[in-house]
């Protein structure tokens, strides 16, 4: 009975082999070495280690990582992150500044200020303990003003009939000039917007010539001053007076609206004909 045990697998893997490179014609040996199963794995498994972290170096240290698929310029992505950074600081910029021009706009018509808390001006500052008041010094110079002003209307004097240069017109409505005259582009008057539901009033003595609905510009008045003079009052919500009125300057006549099919907002869109010719109001009316 044989009784010689059977060799283990790590044993196995230590038995020596000869590995011998002989000349084909003369059967010298040229090259042996005497390995074994371990060897070669450790050979193997060192070189594998070895390739693998030589091409992690190459990839992560040296440009040739940029072609490789989902791999990107490191000082492109810099650029764009300085980029998106220098975007944000822009918006804040542009929103500080339609703030600040809101904010102009609301103190000179005597409205609150309005505070946006998305907005960082200034972090040291309180601004909501700002309070906007009028003052009695602030009333008196605005009455200075206008009173001064409101014989500096005229831009053009010399080219104005002095018929209409010698007249004053009353304010038809208190906003903001939203588009200006441009006769190259058929627009005749200037549009102003101003709150919900705020009067429209003459801007002289007349009569009421038309006071109809119509498709592109909804509620539309006409008055009829002296001197051959028509002012024109569309988008009306609402009209007060009826043709053949007698209106003073001053008298209310409608009230701002959204009507018409070539309205896009509540607004009046407020024309000065002149012997057929229309002319610039804010040439003559201090808006």
């Known amino acids: 009975m044989n009784n010689k045990k059977k060799p283990r697998k790590i044993d196995r ?19 042996s070495f005497r390995l074994s199963r371990l060897n070669v794995y450790t050979v193997f498994g060192v070189g594998s280690l070895f390739l693998i972290a030589l091409v992690t170096v190459l990839i992560a240290f040296t440009p040739l990582r940029e072609f490789i698929p989902g791999y990107t310029d490191v000082n492109l992505r810099k650029t764009g992150i300085e980029n998106t950074i220098k975007i944000d600081s822009l918006e804040n910029i542009l929103r500080q500044k339609e703030q600040y021009l809101q904010n102009i706009n609301k103190i000179i018509q005597g409205e609150p200020l309005v505070y946006n808390d998305t907005v960082v001006i200034d972090s040291n500052l309180n601004y909501k303990n700002i309070v906007n008041e009028k003052i009695p010094e602030d009333s008196l110079l605005r009455v200075m003003i206008e009173t001064e002003e409101k ?26 000039v939203t588009e200006q005259f441009n006769a ?24 009421v010539i038309f006071a109809e609905w119509t498709s592109e510009t909804g509620y539309v008045i006409q008055l009829q001053h002296a001197n051959n003079l028509i002012s024109i009052y569309k ?17 209310v006549i409608a009230i701002v609206g959204n009507t018409g099919e070539l309205s896009s907002g509540p607004h009046l869109h407020f024309e000065l004909w002149y012997n057929g010719i229309p002319l610039n109001p804010e040439e003559y009316i201090l808006f």
Do not use: C
């Open 235 to 251: 988008h009306n919500s609402v009209l007060h007076k009826k043709q053949g009125d007698k209106v003073k300057a001053g008298d």
């Open 151 to 176: 014989y500096n209307l005229f831009k053009t004097a010399g080219r104005t009939p002095s018929s209409i240069s010698s007249l004053i017109f009353f304010n038809p409505i208190k906003g903001i």
């Open 13 to 31: 893997l230590k038995h020596k082999y000869r590995f011998v490179i002989l000349n084909d014609d003369t059967f010298e040996e040229k090259l």
């Open 184 to 207: 190259k582009k058929q627009h005749f008057g200037i549009d102003l917007v101003a709150p919900k539901n705020e009067v429209i009033k003459a801007t002289l003595d007349g009569t």
